[in-house]
């Protein structure tokens, strides 16, 4: 299997269009990623574990999440299971995303979907309605500028994490909030955009102060989807001889 099966040539520009989008993802992460590094090398992990796990998993809030139960007592199954409820909505994600990209080969699909986190979903969601194909090289340019910097910026966390400000106590942990806001007031104008982002902020917020993190994140996700579900659809229903009404 040569690299093109992989990776075809699909312009460089395109890889590039990816890559700049990348790049907002890249300074609203970096400070989660430093701080990442530094408390996995706080928690016993030399700097290449660290950077092996970053590399590997590429999900910030799962390797969180190892980090509080490799160092206790705990079940290797019940590691697995916390890390999936966490992840969860990855397994949604592919289903969307799946439906935009039925041209790429199976091996293009596997790679990708490595790659699917968070803000990749909401670009190539966005992209996809604005009626453009989304391209591997595209897709792979924004991929791969999230993942470099994310394994870059979690070993020097493992490195320097001791001689670095307090990203708490400069406000700039803040940064990827505020993008993932971004995010989602791009889908604003979606039906039934507003009460299903209000069910799982409610739901989240609840979910944070009675059961914790991270699971408030897919708790509050799943608010969403079952509203989502239960709510009728809204758009044009066909009353045959050329009538439609809205719904």
């Given amino acids: 299997m040569t690299a093109e099966a992989i990776f075809p040539r699909s312009g460089t520009s395109q890889f590039l269009r990816g890559a700049r989008l990348g790049m907002p993802v890249v300074i609203a992460s ?5 701080l990442f590094g530094a408390l996995a090398v706080d928690n016993g992990m030399s700097v290449m574990e660290t950077t092996l796990m970053s590399a590997t998993i590429f999900a910030g809030a799962s390797q969180m999440v190892g980090l509080e139960l490799f160092g206790h007592d705990i079940p290797p199954w019940l590691v697995v299971f916390s890390i ?7 397994v949604l994600y592919s289903a ?3 439906r935009r990209v039925g041209h790429w080969t199976f091996l293009q699909k596997t ?6 986190v968070d803000p990749q979903y909401a670009e190539t969601e966005r992209k996809a309605e604005r009626g453009e194909s989304i391209g591997f090289g595209w897709y792979m340019g924004m991929a791969l500028t999230m993942y470099l910097f994310w394994v870059a910026t979690s070993a020097l966390g493992a490195i320097f994490g001791k001689l670095l400000p307090d990203t708490h ?3 700039i942990d803040f940064l990827l909030p505020i993008y993932f806001l971004g995010l989602v007031m791009g889908f604003r104008k979606r039906p039934l955009w507003l009460p299903i982002v209000v069910a ?6 609840v979910a944070f102060k009675f059961v914790g993190s991270p699971w408030h ?4 996700a799943a608010a969403g989807i079952v509203l ?3 709510m009728p659809p809204r758009g044009k229903v066909d009353l045959g001889e050329g009538l439609e009404a809205e719904v």
């Fill in 200 to 205: 799982s902020a409610v739901v989240s917020v």
């Fill in 217 to 220: 994140v897919s708790i509050g």
């Fill in 228 to 230: 989502a579900a239960a």
């Fill in 169 to 171: 106590a400069l406000g």
């Fill in 111 to 116: 790679v990708g979907f490595f790659f699917l």
């Fill in 96 to 98: 969307a995303v799946g």
């Fill in 30 to 34: 970096a400070p989660f990623a430093i």
């Fill in 84 to 90: 999936f409820a966490v992840n969860f909505r990855h």
